[in-house]
């Protein structure tokens, strides 16, 4: 009986769970979206319909549909490179993440081992770096945690960063 019941009890949080967090845990405010072609992505239950706005406005197509294991993605509109802040929102039924101060243009994705590890920091002219990048405040950076998985994650998301 008492197994019963918690099983239950786990299918709900579990249901809730995936309804909860519409968008990605990738996204987030301060990010910078590749101008001129972007996609969101996220899971819900399956056969959900996840509804999408840019600055309060319903864009088209104005839906996406999550697949057999929940995934859904939303290509947005050409947006073209701007230091104009957008804010995002992602509706799932009465579930929603919203973004905010979300910069189109490009993104360049860095990565390697030991030298991605130098931080500006330990910059030979370190204090001067830091004070001439206060010039560029459209210019952002997300560092993402190092993580290594022997073992497949899908649909889970792979863990965020943060956007400084």
Known sequence: MFVGILIIII???????????????????????????????????????????VNGTTISPSSATADNSGLWKFDLPVMAASAVP?????????????ISNVLFGDVVLCSGQSNMQFSVVQEFNSTAEIALAASFPNIRVMSVPRN????????????????E
Request: aromatic share 12%; proline share 3%.
């Open 86 to 98: 957008h804010t995002i929102t992602a509706t799932c039924g009465s579930n929603y993440s919203t």
């Open 11 to 53: 299918v709900i949080s579990t249901t809730q769970l995936v309804n909860a967090a519409v968008l990605s845990n990738v996204f987030s405010s301060s990010m910078v979206l590749k101008a001129n072609h972007a996609t969101l992505f996220g899971w819900v239950s399956t056969g959900s319909v996840v509804h999408v706005t």
């Open 148 to 163: 290594y998985s022997y073992y497949k994650t899908w649909p889970e998301t792979p863990r965020a960063g943060s956007w």
